[in-house]
């Protein structure tokens, strides 16, 4: 039996234990096909013709990767003046980054608007602050319509009870400030929430729309992201019906521009949907052990490398890939129930519970399927644990180191009174 399997062709020939020996374990392994092809997809989901795809790269701001966005068309989202950093190293401009605030100092107002980066407040308060700093420039402002939905309640981001946009209602307090301060306004944005599967998506776009009509002469409306991809693929799960989507965003968004009187642009902000699929997380088995019932295999991909799961409960498809000249061979039928957990020392440190698998054995590498978005860009150093190395299957299918793994050292250098 064949121990190293690749059932969706990810590594395009490499061996995926032999990655983790070269590079480290744990390993982020990201595929530059399977991102460009996302690219593409995205700008293709309208035929109008000032769409455009603004990656939102809180998903994943390797360097590497942005480059690569940026080729493929994509403008940027930001949500920091760290992230305003990573992009410009890049080789974004200023004017192709649309910086979406939450809560912000002054000082990063001001850093944005010294590079010419068009920035997009949340509240009246801010919208105040903003005014303050950049009285007579232009602004966009986050609305909030009413409609929200994610796979998590952490990740819904529109509606009631969340923390994210100006309600309707405020829209006569915000013309207000916009006069106080003399700004104009040249567009606006929403989202709704994260993993969501085009009715709810398409909903709030018509909302945000309506919305637009209480507003003269913008330039721009950013449409959100939250696309959802496919997590359990091993049982079955689809991908999004981009082309259902799209004929009705096409709809919706030629009606809105002859209904407005103005050819203006529309965006869209994915970031899971460019980067998830293109990552699978790599993590070795260290231990295997039961408790009573309950069997665990001890893993060195604890929370501090892959977040996801203990936040958000949420759910990786899991390869095995054991080296072949084991003496035991995968057994397919003869699963077991097994919780992957971490090292961390925390009872909430794991990757996958009570999983169906076959046995599994120190030595086991395991692959973490669609790990490309929020992994890295969550990963820390509790437990003084080093952040992984990140590589990239390039498209003549050689692998490049693209950020090395952290050193002890890298841990501490930051502290003073050495």
Sequence with gaps: MRQVTDAFNFYQGNNPRELAAEYGSPLYVYNERIFRQRCKEMIKLSTYPKFGVNYAIKANTNL????????????????????????????????ELLFVV??????????????????????????????????GGRIALRFNPGIGGGHHEKVITGGD?????????????????????????IGINHHIGSQNWGDLYLEGVGALLDLARQFDDLEFIDLGGGFAIPYQKQ???????????????DKLLFDFSKSYGKELTFLIEPGR?????????LGTVHSTKTCGEARYAGTDLGFSVLKRP???????DIEIYRDEKSDTPLDDANKQIINIVGNQCESG??????????????????GVLDAGAYGYAMACQYNHRSRPAEILIQQDNTTKLIRR??????????MQGL
Excluded: W
């Design 349 to 366: 440190d794991y990757i996958a519970k009570e999983r169906q698998l076959p046995p599994l054995q120190k030595g086991d590498v395991l």
């Design 161 to 185: 009870g969340t923390k994210f946009g100006i309600m309707p209602e405020y829209i006569p307090e915000v013309k207000n400030l916009l006069a106080k301060y003399n700004l104009k306004l």
């Design 273 to 281: 949907y460019l980067t998830a699929e293109c990552g699978v997380l």
């Design 405 to 414: 793994r952290d050193t002890h050292e890298d841990i501490i250098a930051n």
């Design 102 to 135: 939450n809560n912000v100092s002054a000082e990063e107002l001001e850093y944005a608007v010294k590079l010419g980066i068009t920035v997009s407040v949340d509240s009246l308060s801010q919208l105040d602050t903003l005014g303050q700093v950049n009285t």
């Design 64 to 95: 590497t990767l942005l480059k690569i966005a940026r080729e493929e068309g994509c403008t940027a989202d930001i949500s920091s003046a760290g992230e305003a950093m990573a992009a410009m190293a890049a080789g974004f401009k200023p004017s």
């Design 310 to 316: 203990t936040l958000y409960d949420s759910h990786h």
């Design 235 to 249: 049982s079955g799960e689809k991908p999004l019906d981009l082309q259902a989507i799209g004929s009705t965003l």
